[in-house]
T-cell receptor, first 115, second 111 residues
Framework: GAGVSQSPRYKVAKRGQDVALRCDPI?????LFWYQQALGQGPEFLTY????????KSGLPSDRFFAERPEGSVSTLKIQRTQQEDSAVYLC?????????????FGSGTRLTVV | DAKTTQPNSMESNEEEPVHLPCNHS???????IHWYRQLPSQGPEYVIH???SNVNNRMASLAIAEDRKSSTLILHRATLRDAAVYYC????????????FGTGTSLTVIP
């Protein structure tokens, strides 16, 4: 596709429910990132993939958060037993190489509200 | 990670130039300086990046101080569509390429 696609656009989950957020990166983009953006704050890094390899997951806030990219294209961010503090916009970005000098393309995000 | 300081907010009149400053005094010699912007309800959008020399593209210009401790994003003629949060992001080479966004500058464009 022409851009990074994220689905669903909005998700309301009851506390304790599991959710799965999907990211379709630009075709051929090697690097994929997940960010979390709380209201009024800048995006914060969660995790980074190069192809199917998860090279950095240092930003994942707890073991309830899990991300995968099994075939090196589509990625899923899963949050188990959601809590209210998980309410945020989850952004996905992809890049051709991830190296310096290449801009990243972000999706419009998934807004998760935990009630 | 290089820490950045940006004004929380700025205003500009439509069709006037806007200079958005960023201090990054702890930047290392190999860090690029990226600028992204985020329009309401959208993901961040790449604006420009540079290393040492001033850079121009169709969206903006980036002026980098000689000591690289600060930079300025220049929008030559602000339009209402430029109203967004602008993030200045020094990017170390060895961090896995993730960005640390900070809180950015919220630009309001007045018609």
């Amino acid at each position: 596709g022409a851009g990074v696609s994220q689905s669903p656009r909005y998700k309301v989950a009851k506390r304790g429910q599991d959710v799965a957020l999907r990211c379709d990166p630009i075709s051929g983009h090697v690097s994929l990132f997940w960010y979390q953006q709380a209201l009024g704050q800048g995006p914060e890094f969660l995790t980074y993939f190069q192809n199917e390899a998860q090279l950095d997951k240092s930003g994942l806030p707890s073991d309830r958060f899990f991300a995968e990219r099994p075939e090196g294209s589509v990625s899923t961010l899963k949050i188990q037993r959601t809590q209210q503090e998980d309410s945020a916009v989850y952004l996905c970005a992809s890049s051709f190489s991830g190296g310096q000098g290449y801009g990243y393309t972000f999706g419009s995000g998934t807004r998760l509200t935990v009630v | 990670d290089a820490k950045t300081t940006q004004p929380n907010s700025m205003e500009s009149n439509e069709e006037e130039p806007v200079h958005l400053p960023c201090n990054h005094s702890t930047i290392s010699g190999t860090d690029y300086i990226h600028w992204y912007r985020q329009l309401p309800s959208q993901g961040p959008e790449y604006v420009i990046h540079g290393l040492t020399s001033n850079v121009n593209n169709r969206m903006a210009s980036l002026a980098i101080a000689e000591d690289r401790k600060s930079s300025t994003l220049i929008l030559h003629r602000a339009t209402l569509r430029d109203a967004a949060v602008y993030y200045c992001i020094p990017t170390p080479r060895n961090t896995g390429n993730q960005f640390y966004f900070g809180t950015g500058t919220s630009l309001t464009v007045i018609p």
